[in-house]
């Protein structure tokens, strides 16, 4: 009898140490039936469940973790949160799914910011292309005030200073070139476009005022002149009159 029992927990502890937990959980439940007064059957039995428990969660705990490595790997950031905050409810005593969790939240985080940054960019180039160079600054500006370790956004600033600079340059020399000529008409159309498309240049609004007032005092001159000829064409009639 105790020889049979010996050898039990012989082949109980030979099949824990071969990992199989199972197979020693029925064994050290079968010494229990067979030999209820010996006391380490008990042990043997609380030893191949606890080994067995153990198994069981770090075989658990490998998979959760490989499907955050894919949830990362594949920039499934929000759900990658997630499974991290599940690993930490599931397995509390685990040092690393709080760091999984940071690093998940931190890739999110990025994710969110490389996308608006992509957004802001695309509408800076939308709005360069389009000529709206004073928005485009603006645009530029924010992408400098919402991304400053973004190398880009100075360079895109600069960009769209010169630009509109240049823009403001061209319009002034073509409203000098219609006041030059007497279009005051055309020169106060142009004034017109520069304050809406350069609303932050105060000079605009003084050329507009400059057109108009050139364009008032040229009908004005021209009502004289033809009120002067109309004179004299009344006083060449006179005397031709008294003439006769």
């Known amino acids: 009898r105790r020889e049979a029992y010996t050898r039990g927990c012989q082949d109980c502890e030979a099949l824990m140490g071969s990992g199989k937990f199972e197979q020693a959980i029925t064994a050290a439940k079968a010494l229990i039936a067979a030999f209820p007064k010996e006391p380490d059957s008990p042990e043997l039995l609380r030893r191949a469940e606890k080994a067995h428990e153990e198994v069981a969660r770090t075989e658990a705990y490998a998979r959760d973790r490989q499907a955050f490595d894919v949830l990362m790997r594949d920039g499934k950031f929000e759900h990658a949160v997630t499974a991290a905050k599940a690993l930490i409810a599931a397995f509390p005593k685990e040092p690393e799914p709080k760091d999984l969790l940071r690093r998940a939240q931190d890739a999110r985080d990025e994710a969110v910011r490389k996308e608006a940054y992509k957004r802001g960019r695309q509408a800076f180039d939308v709005l360069m292309r389009d000529g709206k160079f004073e928005e485009a600054v603006t645009a530029s500006e924010q992408l400098v005030a919402a991304f400053p370790k973004e190398p880009e956004v100075t360079e895109l600033l600069h960009r769209a200073r010169e630009a509109r600079q240049e823009a403001y340059s061209r319009g002034r020399q073509a409203f000098d070139v219609l006041m ?41 001159k021209e009502a004289y002149k033809r009120d002067r000829q109309a004179f004299d064409v009344l006083r060449s009639e006179e005397h031709t009159s008294e003439l006769q």
């Open 180 to 220: 030059r000529d007497g279009k005051f008409e055309q020169a106060i159309t142009a004034a017109q476009q520069l304050v809406v498309a350069f609303p932050k240049e105060p000079e605009a609004a003084e050329l507009w005022q400059r057109a108009e007032d050139a364009r008032d005092e040229a009908a004005r």
